[in-house]
């Protein structure tokens, strides 16, 4: 089982829709978790950090849930500028401090 | 208040050359962490370092790749050898602490032919 997975998509969603992404990841002794966006061929950039009573910011907001073991990523009103790779990050197994990304859920917000 | 930097950008070696990666991290951070992204594929991890120490090399391919963080100076991955599935965009990541957010460089892409 791979250490963090996300659907890959793409999601194709409209201009102004709402949509989610779902992460699970396999260790439960995590600490750490965040959501980065990726665009085509360049760096990731943070997104927002995850906390354990869930967190907004703007039209983003992102919930854990420890038991079931996976974080998710709600953006509402999606404009075309949001279109890009959503990477899932979640510390390691071990206690090195190592971040681990998932594979990244893509999508395409159309006019 | 410069981010990472890495550098160069691109990188073209021919097949059995040397190559080598250099980053250097935010102000402040003393954590550095390497990672690989294929064409259409996720990061992945390679290396931890810290000042002069290697904290977690488990993503490192056991041979030919070796990475570095001296007390002074940029770190530096270095490829020997390189083959052709070793391009890739190779991108340098640095923190403050462990499990803080980490601030990425612009990363290299190395193509070798």
């Known amino acids: 089982r791979k250490e963090v997975e996300q659907d890959p998509g793409p999601f194709n969603v409209p201009e102004g829709a709402t949509v989610a992404f779902n992460c699970t990841y396999s260790n439960s002794a995590s600490q750490s978790f965040f959501w980065y966006r990726q665009d085509c061929r360049k760096e990731p950039k943070l997104l927002m950090s995850?906390?354990?009573s869930g967190n907004e910011d703007g039209r983003f907001t992102a919930q854990l849930n420890r038991a079931s073991q996976y974080i998710s990523l709600l953006i509402r009103d999606s404009k075309l500028s949001d279109s890009a790779t959503y990477l899932c990050?979640?510390?390691?197994?071990?206690?090195?401090?190592?971040?681990?990304f998932g594979q990244g859920t893509t999508l395409q917000v159309k006019p | 208040n410069a981010g990472v930097m890495q550098n160069p950008r691109h990188l073209v070696r021919r097949r059995g050359q040397e190559a080598r990666l250099r980053c250097s991290p935010m102000?402040?951070?003393?954590?550095v962490y390497w990672y690989r992204q294929l064409p259409e594929e996720g990061l992945k991890f390679m290396v931890y370092?810290?000042?002069?120490?290697?904290?977690?090399e488990s993503g490192m391919p056991k041979e030919r790749f070796s990475a570095e963080f001296p007390k002074e100076g940029p770190s530096i991955l270095r490829i020997q050898q390189v083959v052709r599935g070793d391009s890739a965009a190779y991108f340098c990541?640095?923190?403050?602490?462990?499990?803080?957010?980490?601030?990425f460089g612009n990363g290299t892409r190395l193509t070798v032919t």
């Open positions: 995850v906390y354990s």
């Open positions: 102000k402040g951070h003393s954590h």
């Open positions: 370092l810290q000042k002069e120490n290697i904290i977690d």
């Open positions: 990541a640095s923190s403050a602490q462990d499990n803080s957010p980490l601030h």
């Open positions: 990050v979640v510390s390691g197994s071990s206690n090195t401090g190592k971040l681990i």
